[in-house]
């Protein structure tokens, strides 16, 4: 199995994401192709981070995880929620 990070790019900020993807050259596997391994998209509770998922790569050495910090936890706590403005500017409105 091999463990990568991704900071993806969102508006307010970076996204971390956690992947973890079977290893294609284990000798004498039955592990699929990367591009044919089933996805799991996991998601940590409130005070967790993409790292809660280990345990589950570990247990699905054939599937692909793919587990994102959410928003304001862990490596995405700086990342704003979209709603939140970069600016305390304010307009009126007639």
Known sequence: M???THDIPVSGGLLRVGEWRPDATR???SAL???????????????GS?????????????ARIIAPDLRGRAAARSCRRPTESR????????
């Open 2 to 4: 091999t463990y990568s």
């Open 87 to 94: 600016s305390t500017s304010t307009t009126s409105r007639p």
């Open 27 to 29: 000798a004498h596997s």
């Open 33 to 47: 192709p990367n591009d044919e391994a089933p996805i799991v998209i996991a998601l940590h509770g409130m005070t």
């Open 50 to 62: 993409h790292l809660s998922w280990q345990f589950l790569a570990a247990a699905l050495p054939e």
